[in-house]
């Protein structure tokens, strides 16, 4: 038997959520009789076949545990903190991960009325799907705690599980990714080298923070204090800039090499095989960058239930921050990463489109596929400074480029038009466009230059209202940062190269009346 739950496919515009699952019931209080259509979140299914493995894959795979990053909840009784705890935002790590997407689709098979019953599997697979999710009072039989305290002790156990499950995985990419492809030729060592980055070094890191974790559990395998071992530990985690800013370029390598058929099929293999739950390569490439940015929360969920008087009390608020200021910082750094990976995949057609925001950028506020109104599917870019419409494409080698289309707009000097859904005739280029002839408009804005010699005005579509709240959202955004910087820059340049007529004035002193005439009287 199967539980298949059903995720979310982030944007690029736009990091874990989590559902609480219950039995639903009548006023008396009795379980209704189950419905056979079956529930839109979560459904139970029937495996009615193997998964077949491939010979060159088994030996490779033999002594691999499947990766744990996807676990089923019960539906009746959910402990897990993935129901407390709300996702946290961290854009630039976001982004990199919006490219993935979550939802993992199971076959179905159509079921009668009333439904059947659920058969066994008579084969045992060799690699189980997932393991048995389990909660710190699944693991102690009698214990004194108030209501309160067991909470911390499931979220303290949660961390701890969160750890080893992610070394399991981590050991599985190595040992069934990266050394198999790099055994029989798949990829080159130097191209395995930029996309699996620096994933190795974190497995160490983990072990370390998972036996100190192991250590605390007393005899009763309880946990007291937890903050000052996780205070001593947080630093290491600055090895997540390297990896996280190697993301970005990893991505996009690993997107060129699929088109090869010796790395697709490959992939295709692990991704059809039981152990990886049917996801992909990147969905594991992620793992850390995702246990990275739930650091955060777990600490905030061990805060909330830590009584007044705990020897924790004082410390975890210095250990929240740190690990906020670790993760700013992480993402900091990545967004710059992803900002140079992006401005040095520009091509232009001329000169005239190298406005010089674009290159002072330092960020990218988002980025994605819109439509113009000549219903052309274009790559937006709103970095820091500038506004860029672009064409994808490839160069010689196979590599992702994005040819200007256009030209690039300083974000100082944009204008913002949000046309209203529905609006009628907004314009005769939207007309049969972006509305086949429905002569009604949906999900549009329009961008506009002012204050240069030629004005650019570009009217755009969004797929849908939440990604055209976004763009809207952002633009917003990168205007007012742009100008105030602008203004911030001007100032500066007035600070520095003064008028030289005032350079008295600086002398002045209001303790005499006479220096003062002396002055103005010079």
Not at 180 to 197: A, R, S, W
Not at 225 to 242: K, N, S
């Amino acid at each position: 038997m199967e539980v298949e739950d059903i995720g979310e496919t982030r944007t690029s515009c736009s990091p874990l959520p989590g559902e609480m699952h219950s039995v639903h019931s009548d006023h008396a209080g009795k379980k209704r009789k189950q419905d056979p259509t079956p529930d839109p979140v979560i459904r139970v299914l029937e495996n009615e076949e193997e998964d077949e493995e491939s010979e060159m894959m088994f030996d490779h795979m033999k002594d691999s545990e499947e990766p744990s990053n996807k676990r089923v909840k019960p539906v009746v009784k959910s402990n897990s903190l993935t129901g407390v705890i709300t996702p946290t935002k961290t854009p630039a790590l976001k982004r990199i991960g919006q490219s993935i997407s979550r939802s993992i689709s199971f076959r179905t098979e159509a079921r009668p009325s009333p439904p059947a019953h659920l058969r066994a599997s008579t084969k045992a697979s060799l690699f189980p799907r997932r393991r048995n999710s389990q909660c710190w009072s699944d693991t102690v039989e009698i214990h004194d705690l108030t209501a309160k305290e067991i909470k911390r002790q499931e979220v303290i156990y949660e961390l701890t599980q969160g750890e080893r499950q992610l070394i399991d995985d981590l050991i599985l990419v190595k040992k069934v990714y990266y050394e198999p492809m790099l055994k029989l030729d798949i990829m080159t060592e130097n191209e395995l080298g930029q996309i699996f980055g620096t994933l190795d070094s974190l497995i160490p890191l983990h072990q370390d923070l998972l036996e100190r974790l192991e250590r605390l559990r007393g005899s009763e395998k309880t946990v007291g204090q937890v903050a000052p071992t996780l205070m001593d530990w947080f630093p290491c985690l600055e090895a997540y800039v390297t990896y996280c800013c190697n993301q970005v370029g990893a991505k996009a390598l690993l997107d060129q090499k699929k088109h090869e058929k010796k790395v697709e099929q490959f992939l295709r293999l692990c991704q059809e095989s039981s152990f990886s739950r049917k996801l992909d390569l990147w969905n594991f490439l992620d793992l850390p960058r995702s246990r990275l940015v739930k650091y955060p929360l777990l600490l905030k969920e061990i805060q909330k239930c830590t009584p007044p008087e705990h020897p924790d009390e004082d410390t975890l608020p210095h250990a929240l921050d740190l690990i906020q200021s670790i993760v700013s910082e992480v993402n900091k750094k990545t967004g710059e990463a992803e900002c140079q990976f992006y401005r040095r995949g520009l091509s232009y057609v001329d000169d005239g489109q190298r406005i010089p925001e674009i290159q002072l950028s330092r960020f990218l506020y988002c980025h994605g596929e819109l439509k113009n109104n000549k219903s052309q599917r274009l790559h937006v870019f709103l970095f820091e400074l500038a506004f860029v419409l672009s064409r994808p494409g490839e160069d010689r080698d196979g590599g992702q480029v994005f040819q200007v289309y256009r030209q690039p707009l300083s974000n100082a000097l944009i204008n913002l038009e949000e046309i209203p859904d529905g609006e009628a005739g907004a314009g005769g280029s939207f007309r049969g466009a972006f509305t086949g002839g429905n002569d009604k408009v949906r999900n549009c804005f329009r961008v506009s230059s002012r204050g240069r010699s030629k004005a650019q005005s570009y009217s755009l579509q969004a797929n849908d209202s939440f990604c055209k709240q976004q763009w809207i959202t952002c633009l917003r955004q990168a205007m007012v940062h742009a100008r105030d910087k602008r203004d911030q820059s001007s100032q500066s340049q007035l600070s520095v190269h003064p008028d030289p007529d005032l350079y008295h004035i600086a002398e002045l002193r209001l303790s005499s009346d006479t220096e003062m005439a002396e002055h103005t009287g010079r």
